[in-house]
């Protein structure tokens, strides 16, 4: 399963980033999470993790793989079968605000099937956590 979905935010690259990377502030402008823990303390960096628990879905660990500061970062959760990676893209627009891309991607032994169950939820998931961001970005 791969999944996307891009929108407009009329904010400064730094302001969407900021709010992007504060990832357990995410439950106050999404409701597609309950409760986001971090792992340890510092900045969002490669390896850092996040236990994130999301409604209808089990508990899972996120481990971000790669990080660009103000331009993405990449996190994965690995359950049996599956592995599920989700991307945080953001570019500058010429008016100053952000584009920005939030992706979803399924793979593994199991992820055809798993997909036959999850797909509408993490589609929706993602629709709500592209538009929660642009709300809390701009008010």
């Known amino acids: 399963m791969h999944y996307s979905v891009t929108t407009d935010i009329d904010v400064s690259l730094q302001r969407a ?28 960096e490669v390896g850092s993790t996040a236990r994130i628990k999301q409604p209808w879905l089990p508990r899972t660990v996120w481990t971000v793989t790669r990080f660009e ?21 953001l570019s500058r627009r010429a008016d100053g605000g952000v584009t920005v891309v939030l992706t979803v991607v399924q793979d593994g032994p199991l ?25 809390s970005c701009e008010t």
């Open 111 to 135: 992820a055809k099937a798993l997909s036959t169950f999850t797909a509408g939820i993490v589609r929706r998931y993602v629709d709500l956590d592209a538009a929660g961001l642009k709300r």
């Open 69 to 89: 500061q103000e331009r993405s970062f990449v996190w994965q959760s690995k359950a049996r079968g599956v592995t599920t990676i989700a991307g945080h893209f």
């Open 17 to 44: 980033w900021a709010a992007l990377i504060d990832v357990q502030t995410y439950p106050r402008w999404t409701r597609s999470m309950t409760t986001v823990c971090r792992g340890g303390a510092g900045e969002l």
